[in-house]
């Protein structure tokens, strides 16, 4: 077969380009093992446009209600995985950010989820009365919750991570004293 | 107007593709829990190679010229692992006896005959590997003894005997759509090597006239 030949057929070019980057979408697909179309589609944007805001928020967006669902259906761990990509994403689109709102909407999704994902570790490191709670767990949530509040954020995320904080701080507290008020 | 091998070429990029579809699409894997990629392991892997060897051997699939016929046959080769991971049982006791009884039984069948022959056997055997794993598997496992953690410790040993007897992972039905569509574009591509058109030509020794071989000439 005249290998010059084959390739400058227009199909065989067009074939083989095609196959090659349906085989890169496949590796990537299987690599990136998404859950859900939307994750899909997030996931290709992101690809497209890696340094586009938009992009990285839908994508922290698609991200965090992806891992609310997961949360709902009680899986905590990889709730919590979700939701530190998510995070990660949120972060990056603050700093792809072209001017103080976008950089302002950027810090406000990342706040919601790093609250959120601090208020699932708090959930899953309570233990009923006569058991030890997670303590190292329950030292982590309280540092991402006060590295919420160095962040400006609007006066209602500030409230959660406020109140946040003080139930993380009061669950720290030995035995029986967490039912006592801290003021 | 093109001259024949490159329309060979043509048909032997095209099979790489609906191979390519074929393979993400078997790997695919919906269950209640999620999504799940799988990938063949090397039981599948070492299958898939004897089973490419005989598609080539009795000219199933046509004998590659160049590379762009070899780049079908590796493309068909994934697909033919995944296809594979997609129809054999879980691993566990059901998966060895089954590998077994192919690997001793299977082969004598599907080395001799005409190749029309060896693709109605391989359905066949597509036919009772889905049986198996989709319906013989999955009814079973719901009834053999009591569920985890029920009957006093008794539901947990059933369990274990359930595992070591087939490691079964429930599937949505929509899962087991994807599989079908899987199947049916491994036998497009297959139509698409299938020797004896003028465009690609068949391995020495494997021409026959067949009812289907007449047909494939007319595509």
Redesign the interface.
């Known amino acids: 077969m005249n290998e010059r030949a084959v390739l400058r057929d227009p199909w065989v070019g067009g074939g083989l380009a095609l196959l090659a980057l349906l085989t890169f979408g496949a590796a990537m697909l299987y690599r990136g093992a998404p859950q859900s179309f939307a994750e899909v589609r997030s996931d290709a944007r992101v690809a497209v446009r890696p340094a586009a805001f938009e992009q990285r928020m839908a994508r922290a967006e698609e991200r965090k209600q992806a891992a609310s669902d997961i949360a709902s259906a009680g899986d905590t761990v990889e709730a919590l995985r979700v939701y530190a990509a998510a995070g990660e994403e949120a972060w990056s689109a603050r700093g792809l950010a072209r001017d103080p709102a976008e950089a302002a909407a950027g810090t406000e999704l990342w706040a919601e989820i790093v609250l959120d994902r601090s208020a699932l570790m708090l959930a899953a490191a309570s233990s009923p009365w006569w058991r030890r709670d997670d303590d190292p767990a329950l030292r982590d949530a309280l540092a991402r919750v006060e590295d919420v509040l160095v962040h400006p954020t609007s006066p209602a995320t500030r409230g959660r991570a406020e109140t946040l904080a003080a139930e993380i701080r009061n669950k720290l507290r030995p035995g029986p004293l967490e039912w006592l008020p801290l003021r | 107007m ?2 024949p ?2 329309t ?3 048909r032997a ?2 099979a ?2 609906i191979f ?2 074929s ?2 699409l078997a ?1 695919v894997l919906l269950t209640p829990d ?4 799988r ?1 063949p392991g090397l039981v599948e892997g070492v299958f898939a190679l004897l089973l490419t060897y005989v598609l080539l051997l009795r000219g199933v699939w046509a004998r590659p ?4 016929g070899w ?1 079908a046959v590796a ?1 068909g080769t994934a697909a033919n692992a995944q296809v594979l991971e997609l129809l054999l049982p879980p691993p566990g006791v059901v998966e060895w006896v089954v590998v077994f009884v192919l690997a001793f039984v299977s082969w004598g069948a599907l080395t001799s005959g005409p190749r029309t022959r060896l693709v109605a056997s391989l359905a066949s055997l597509a036919l009772l590997l889905a049986l198996l794993r989709y319906s013989v598997i999955p009814v079973l496992w719901a009834r053999i003894g009591p569920a985890p953690g029920t009957a006093f410790g008794l539901g947990d040993a059933a369990e274990s005997l359930r595992r070591v007897l087939a490691d079964h992972e429930p599937t949505l039905p929509s899962g087991q759509l994807l599989g079908i569509a899987a199947l049916a574009l491994w036998a497009l591509g297959t139509r698409l090597l299938w020797p004896g058109d003028g465009s690609l030509p068949p391995a020495p020794g494997t021409e026959e006239r067949g009812g289907l071989d007449r047909g494939a000439g007319a595509v």
């Open positions: 093109a001259s091998p490159v060979g070429a043509r990029v095209g790489a593709l390519l579809g393979a993400v790997g999620g999504v799940r990629y990938t010229l160049g590379w762009p780049l493309y």
